[in-house]
């Protein structure tokens, strides 16, 4: 499996949040995400009831997707502490919040992880870990689909495509193989199984510069193929559109996709999607407890504002569930077509 640098280690201009936001926020003869939100009634967009707290643990992967909006990787070694890793867990105890979403990265790499899912089901609260698969085959790892099924932890994995070339073509040579290893370890489990209570989702997002089809159609197609070729079941496949930042960001701009990748995202713009977008549901936590709208904000580097908590040593659910959202014209990436039904990150 090829792992390459993140934009970090090779010193790109793009590892620079600012030089991003830059790039998104310079004319391009479309009109701005909170112009176009003016029309739809929703500008500025404020969050409704918290459903979900994400908690991203860190940078550190065991992959260097071409696509990955973390610039995750080996190389990265930005990890939440244990002891910030509590004060989630303290503020999750002053909550009623019933799912607990846990990113990365690779999150299972984070040495908290499996306090975090302990303590977090010991509070009654569902579980998600967002999930590259092949971190299921470290040798550090050997029990840990065993420690996910005891804990009934529900596993949203990414698999970009049903086939070896577009998934390796995105996050590296033998990662579709390593891939499918890993689901039929889950399998084994019971994972995907109906009746079993083990919930396993994938995640399909494009390989290049247009949006994803209908979540209905590349489904189905998804489950025929992998239960015809490698008899893998599953229980649903969510469909993600990249955001045009960081490394996906850098490959539109080296492609000279950027400016056609934008009109796309605008000209798809849906305002049902807009009204169901996660931020308006999800309150997200970085490595370093900085609160967040959602896990691309954190990428960006824009904490929450308009006088909301800005840690979650300081989690004020009442504050939250009625905050404003900060927005960008990165937001076009939720709001294209029917969105991004996952919402989240997975490196």
Same mark, same amino acid.
């Given at each position: 499996?090829? !792992? ?47 459903? =979900? ?12 997707? #071409? ?59 569902? =579980? !998600? ?68 209570? $083990? ?18 159609? !590349? ?18 496949? @969510? ?28 000209? #798809? ?7 169901? =977008?996660?931020?308006? @549901? ?8 900085? $609160? @967040? ?14 006088? #909301? ?7 004020? $659910? ?13 937001? @076009?990436?939720?709001? #294209? ?11």
């Amino acid at each position: 499996m090829a !792992i390459g640098l993140s934009l970090k280690a090779r010193a790109n201009p793009l590892a620079l949040a600012a030089e991003q936001l830059r790039i998104l926020s310079a004319p391009n003869g479309f009109p701005t995400f909170e112009e176009k939100m003016h029309g739809t009634g929703l500008f500025p967009l404020h969050a409704t009831r918290i459903t =979900v707290f994400q908690i991203n643990v860190g940078k550190l992967c065991n992959q260097t997707c #071409a696509h990955c909006h973390v610039d995750a990787g080996p190389d990265r070694k930005e990890i939440m502490t244990r002891e910030t890793a509590e004060l989630c867990i303290r503020a999750l105890t002053q909550t009623q919040i019933p799912t607990v979403d846990i990113t990365g990265g690779a999150p299972e790499l984070n040495p908290s992880f499996r306090w975090l899912v302990e303590q977090a089901r010991a509070l009654g609260r569902h =579980v !998600i870990d967002r999930s590259n698969l092949t971190v299921l085959l470290l040798a550090a790892q050997a029990d840990l689909a065993e420690f996910l099924a005891r804990h009934k932890v529900e596993v949203i994995a990414s698999l970009p495509y049903y086939r070896a070339s577009a998934t390796d073509a995105q996050r590296g040579a033998g990662v579709f193989e390593k891939s499918i290893e890993a689901l039929h370890k889950l399998n084994a489990l019971g994972y995907g199984k109906e009746g079993s209570g $083990l919930v396993l989702n994938l995640v399909y997002n494009p390989v290049g510069a247009f949006l994803p089809p209908k979540q209905e159609a !590349i489904e189905a197609q998804f489950k025929r193929e992998l239960e015809r070729h490698h008899g893998i079941t599953f229980n649903h496949l @969510y469909t993600l559109t990249n955001m045009p930042i960081s490394r996906f960001l850098e490959f539109l701009l080296a492609s000279g996709n950027y400016q056609g990748y934008m009109e796309r995202l605008v000209n #798809a713009f849906n305002p049902a999607a807009a009204a169901g =977008v996660m931020c308006r @549901y999800t309150i997200s936590v970085g490595w370093d407890g900085t $609160l @967040y709208d959602c896990d691309f904000n954190q990428m960006l580097e824009l904490p929450t504002r308009f006088g #909301a908590p800005h840690h979650v040593r300081d989690l004020d $659910l009442g504050a939250l569930d009625r905050r404003r959202i900060v927005t960008g014209n990165h937001c @076009y990436g939720c709001t #294209a077509g029917a969105g991004s039904s996952c919402g989240g990150s997975i490196a």
